[in-house]
């Protein structure tokens, strides 16, 4: 229930960084979770882990923490994840700029796991960081992204990279699904 009332007063404060009235549930994170290799030694991004539901799936697929770059905006959740997590990196900071965020950190990555509100930024913001997240990703990382939207979070789909979704997850409330952005 904390991290609900965290999430609210998140969403008053900075309604376009937050993008949802509660954390993702369990079913969502694994969902996104099961897209990561655990044995890999790649780092993995996550981009607004909020209060760390989908850190929690990751570490609990076996991901090994330290692997895991996390990128917050809002302090008072760097300071819960800081709390929850020891052993994750946290980079408070702005993910729709990866370059000046990462700062020469983590110039290869596994995967990118966003749960960043999307939508609610320009459809060329999105498309921006979904080429700058497969830039860094290795071999056929997925960037992956849950959207509570039919179409998805980019409609159309640019020449940049593929997309695929996963069945509708209705344990999630709202419902939502995995969308998995791939370079061609």
């Known amino acids: 229930m904390r991290d609900q009332v965290r ?14 009235v509660a954390p993702s549930g369990p079913a969502l994170a694994r969902a996104m979770a099961a897209h990561v290799d655990p044995k890999g030694t790649l780092p993995v991004i996550e981009l607004g882990p909020g209060t760390g539901v989908v850190t929690k799936a990751l570490i609990e697929r076996g991901v090994d923490p330290a692997r895991i770059v996390a990128i917050e905006y809002s302090p008072d959740f760097c300071r819960l994840l800081a709390e929850r997590f020891p052993g994750i990196t946290i980079i408070r ?6 370059d000046k965020t990462l700062d020469g950190r983590a110039p290869r990555v596994a995967n990118v796991v966003s749960s960043l509100p999307l939508v609610s930024r320009p459809i060329e913001d999105r498309i921006r960081l979904i080429e700058a997240g497969l830039a860094r990703t290795e071999g056929d990382g997925p960037f992956i992204q849950f959207s509570y939207t039919f179409k998805g979070p980019i409609h159309p789909i640019p020449k940049t990279f593929t997309a695929g979704a996963s069945r509708w997850i209705w344990m999630n409330m709202p419902p939502a699904r995995v969308w998995l952005y791939r370079r061609p």
């Open 93 to 98: 900071g702005d993910a729709y700029d990866l």
């Open 7 to 20: 999430f609210l007063k998140s969403l008053a404060e900075r309604p376009r960084m937050t993008g949802a």
